[in-house]
Every structure is written in structure tokens, then in C-alpha cells.
């Protein structure tokens, strides 16, 4: 059974440029979550995503977007992007929402910001 | 609210035990414990639900006080490939996980 799925891996933007990654969840899992985690702030919270819906959001500003296709895939934006937002980028699939669910991650993409 | 985790890193040698602990101010409804190997994925070690339930595979374990709003990490008779950077995440009702800073696990042969 394949895992979540990330794209791309690597990447390198420069400031002012906007990003789009993309996320595969495990066959069968309808929740996807996204992470920001850098060396200081450790995994930090973006939103989560089911059926197409966002169903919660973290502490990030308005430049940081996301949405979820019928299939369960999702992708999240970065738009003006500064210096800050280098970072490893992970993104987790869960069967279902709610507590209690276990949210599987896959390997991440790192984006650079020069 | 970020979950907080002690120690922040710890070094072994082959064979010693190690427990890490992962503390809320909020009332807790379950803790997620997570692996990470440098350069990859967060990988899923086990989840504990609310009732003060221990868990474990192979010689890691983990058990979860709810009244206390705290979990701990046990991993006895430590081997090289338990290094890494371990996660707690805890759910507090707003069915978001939130993770703890980490603790670096070093194990020295």
C-alpha cells in the first residue's frame, strides 16, 4: 500500500515568488493535514482538509493556502513568499478526521526561499 | 497549545533505557508518538487514547495519565536504530494534533 505521496521534493524560490505543493493520501484516507516545520519552531500546524473542506486552520498568515480535490489529494500555496517560509513542508493523511485518528506523513518537500 | 517535552535531547549508549515525557496544560483526549530520522518522514510509533492505558511493541512503550495531562515514552534496552528526534502530539478537543519541540535521541554503540 502506498504512502503519502509528496511533490515536489526539492525546491528553490526566490523571494516574492509564489509555490504550490502537492499531496497523494494513503488510498482510502479522506483527511489530509499540512505541516511547516523548521529548525526552530519544530512541526507547526497549517490547516486540515476534509471533503474538500477546510476543517481547521493554524496560526499562519493569509499567504498560506490549501484545498483538497474530490479524490482526497491536496494541494497548499505559498503566494509572496519571504525568506521565512524556508522550510520542510509535510504533509499527513488520516482515514478519517476527528481525535483519535492516526495521521500517517509522507517524506516532505523542502523548499528554499533565496 | 504546543505540548512540552523533556528532555530536550538525551545520548545513550547501546543497551541503556530512555524515557521521554510530554506534558499539556489542557485536558488531553489522546498523544501520538512520532519517530524522525534526520532528512525523513515523521514515523508513527502509537497513539494512546484517554483511560490511562499503556501501550507498547517490541521494547518501546508508552503510557498516558490523563489527569495529569501527561505521556511518557519508554524505550528500554535501547539499539542504534532508536535514534532520532521523537514527537509527542496531543488532541485537545479541537481535533487538531499538536506537537511538542522534540527530544533528540542519540545512541552511541
Known amino acids: 500500500k502506498a504512502g503519502v505521496t509528496q511533490t515536489p521534493r526539492y525546491l528553490i524560490k526566490t523571494r516574492g515568488q509564489q509555490v504550490t505543493l502537492s499531496c497523494s493520501p494513503i488510498?482510502?484516507?479522506?483527511?489530509v493535514s499540512w505541516y511547516q516545520q523548521t529548525p526552530g519552531q519544530g512541526l507547526q500546524f497549517l490547516f486540515e482538509?476534509?471533503?474538500?473542506?477546510?476543517?481547521n486552520k493554524g496560526n499562519f498568515p493569509g499567504r498560506f493556502s490549501g484545498r483538497q480535490f474530490s479524490n482526497s489529494r491536496s494541494e497548499m500555496n505559498v503566494s509572496t513568499l519571504e525568506l521565512g517560509d524556508s522550510a520542510l513542508y509535510l504533509c499527513?493523511?488520516?482515514?478519517?478526521?476527528?481525535?483519535?485518528?492516526?495521521?500517517?506523513f509522507g517524506e516532505g518537500s523542502w523548499l528554499t526561499v533565496v | 497549545q504546543q505540548p512540552v517535552q523533556s528532555p530536550q535531547a538525551v545520548i545513550l549508549r547501546e543497551g541503556e533505557d530512555a524515557v521521554i515525557n510530554c506534558s499539556s496544560s489542557?485536558?488531553?483526549?489522546?498523544v501520538h508518538w512520532y519517530r524522525q530520522k534526520h532528512g525523513e518522514a515523521p514515523v508513527f510509533l502509537m497513539i494512546?487514547?484517554?483511560?490511562?492505558e499503556q501501550k507498547g511493541h517490541d521494547k518501546i512503550s508508552a503510557s498516558f495519565n490523563e489527569k495529569k495531562q501527561q505521556s511518557s515514552l519508554y524505550l528500554t534496552a535501547s539499539q542504534l536504530s532508536y535514534s532520532g528526534t521523537y514527537f509527542c502530539g496531543t488532541e485537545a478537543g479541537a481535533q487538531k494534533l499538536v506537537f511538542g519541540q522534540g527530544t533528540r535521541l542519540t545512541i552511541n554503540p
Open positions: 488510498s482510502g484516507h479522506r483527511s
Open positions: 489542557k485536558a488531553l483526549y489522546s
Open positions: 494512546l487514547l484517554k483511560g490511562g
Open positions: 482538509y476534509f471533503s474538500e473542506t477546510q476543517r
Open positions: 499527513a493523511s488520516s482515514r478519517d478526521r476527528g481525535a483519535g485518528n492516526t495521521i500517517y
